[in-house]
């Protein structure tokens, strides 16, 4: 199957502080990324579309000033968590694929 | 009524048993289905596709799809404890404006007891 890299696996920051997270595509071309957030013991989450050169698909609820996506290659979508706070600790997970989702291995967000 | 319906589990089987995990679905357009495998911590993995009406068989499992009855269903054979996880069932549908973009259950969570 398509293999999703995700980094970094495990992130520590400050209050205030942003964390951007990648998410690579390997072996495919990705014009859509997807990126999930789960508490622990809920379900994923999606929070947003990620699209090859344009903006990204926000789902109602999420702040897209907060939750900052770029995709400006077909291998690369990044999410930026800016003025991270302790409610946003969680873990994060993108997936991309051509015709299945496969998904990154997960970043777990720790803001202190 | 949520678009995708998983049984609600938990679910308990000794080893050897076989475990039946259940899905029914709301949009009839609905193409591609798909069951994936979450280990506490850890992101989902795939376990099976299927996109026609009937059962496919991999290894221990065979994923079965009814769409007349929009129901999807995962049997694991000979379940063992490494198959405790939660399992995920998930939906892609037809049109929209995001290929690709799936609509999950609410997970089923299976424990193999030895």
């Known amino acids: 199957g398509a293999v999703v890299s995700q980094h970094p696996s495990w992130v520590i920051c400050k209050s205030g502080t942003s964390v951007k997270i990648e998410c690579r595509s390997l072996?495919?071309?990705?014009?859509?990324m997807f990126w999930y957030r789960q508490f622990p013991k809920q379900s994923l989450m999606l929070m947003a579309t990620?699209?090859?050169?344009?903006?990204?698909?926000?789902e109602q609820g999420v702040e897209k000033d907060k939750f900052l996506i770029n995709h400006a290659s077909l291998t690369l979508s990044t999410l930026t968590v800016t003025s991270a706070h302790p409610e946003d600790s969680s873990f994060y997970i993108c997936?991309?694929?051509?015709?299945?989702?496969?998904f990154g291995a997960g970043t777990r967000l720790s803001v202190l | 009524q949520k678009e995708v319906e998983q049984n609600s589990g938990p679910l308990s089987v000794p080893e050897g048993a076989i475990a039946s995990l259940n899905c029914t679905y709301s949009?009839?357009?609905?193409?591609?289905f798909f069951w994936y495998r979450q280990y506490s911590g850890k992101s989902p993995e795939l376990i099976m596709s299927i996109y026609s009406n009937g059962d496919k068989e991999d290894g221990r499992f065979t994923a079965q799809l009814n769409k007349a009855s929009q129901y999807v269903s995962l049997l694991i054979r000979d379940s063992q404890p490494s198959d405790s996880a939660t399992y995920l069932c998930?939906?892609?549908?037809?049109?929209?404006?995001?290929?690709?973009?799936?609509?999950f259950g609410q997970g089923t969570i299976l424990t193999v007891h030895p």
């Open positions: 997936s991309g694929g051509v015709n299945i989702q496969y």
């Open positions: 949009d009839r357009v609905s193409q591609s």
């Open positions: 072996d495919f071309q990705a014009t859509t």
């Open positions: 990620s699209n090859e050169g344009s903006k990204a698909t926000y």
């Open positions: 998930a939906v892609i549908n037809a049109g929209g404006t995001s290929y690709g973009k799936l609509t």
